[in-house]
Antibody, heavy 120, light 111 residues
Framework: DVQLEVSGGGLVQPGTSLTLACEGS????????MHWVRQSPGGGLEWVAGINWVSESIEYAGSVKGRFTISRDNSKGSLYLHMTSLRPEDTALYYCARDSSNYYSYVDFWGQGSLVTVSS | QSVLTQPPSVSGAPGQRVTMSCTGSNSNIESGYDVQWYQQLPGTAPKLLISNNGRRPSGVPGRFSGSNSGTSASLAISGLQPEDEAEYYC???????????FGTGTKVTVL
């Protein structure tokens, strides 16, 4: 079965940094583009960042550009999101999501998510 | 901030047909980018329901159907079931924003 396991969430203070990791299994990780999507408490879905299969193409939402960095290690089947200068409005459940293609097509599978809370 | 607009809620009795719209702009849906639909049951991660405007992945019941007129997209549920009570999101690509965009979400209530 396809699985995406996210780790690294927690409570952090504004202005600090945090890195999320997502480990994929049950599929050939290196064949797929990957994304981070977040959902604020009681809110809707917001795409955060995407990366193609060989890390040649990376895109970010305007709300996180310059503060967040997406990366991947295909040898480990892992996706990362390094978040800096965190703000209270970054508080959300962060989902790791698999693209149906090796580039940007659409998300065809979602992991369970990890909660990030930014508060003093 | 969502770029695609959906009605906040729709409701229907079991067995009825309900529809919901997804309206974008000339930088996303109106530019010809495909629309996907996701179902999010309470407390769970979203699940792909419809891809490429109208394709149902394996395992998705036939009562779910999608369409795209070029100016907006729609999701229909024919023969509404109690287990269809969930939040539904549309999604497309926006070439000005340079990434995926999601709809505001529609809450489906089964009366």
């Amino acid at each position: 079965d396809v699985q995406l396991e996210v780790s690294g969430g927690g409570l952090v203070q504004p202005g600090t940094s945090l890195t999320l990791a997502c480990e994929g299994s049950g599929f050939n990780f290196g064949d797929h583009g990957m994304h981070w999507v977040r959902q604020s408490p009681g809110g809707g879905l917001e795409w955060v960042a995407g990366i193609n299969w060989v890390s040649e193409s990376i895109e970010y939402a305007g709300s996180v550009k310059g503060r967040f960095t997406i990366s991947r290690d295909n040898s480990k089947g892992s996706l990362y999101l390094h978040m800096t200068s965190l703000r209270p409005e970054d508080t959300a459940l962060y989902y790791c999501a698999r693209d149906s293609s090796n580039y940007y097509s659409y998300v065809d599978f979602w992991g369970q998510g990890s909660l990030v809370t930014v508060s003093s | 901030q969502s770029v695609l607009t959906q009605p906040p809620s729709v409701s229907g009795a079991p067995g009825q047909r309900v529809t919901m719209s997804c309206t974008g702009s000339n930088s996303n849906i109106e530019s010809g980018y495909d629309v996907q639909w996701y179902q999010q049951l309470p407390g769970t991660a979203p699940k792909l329901l419809i891809s490429n405007n109208g394709r149902r992945p394996s395992g998705v019941p036939g009562r779910f159907s999608g369409s795209n007129s070029g100016t907006s997209a729609s999701l229909a549920i024919s023969g509404l079931q109690p287990e269809d009570e969930a939040e539904y999101y549309c999604q497309s690509y926006d070439h000005i924003l340079g990434g995926f965009v999601f709809g505001t979400g529609t809450k489906v209530t089964v009366l």
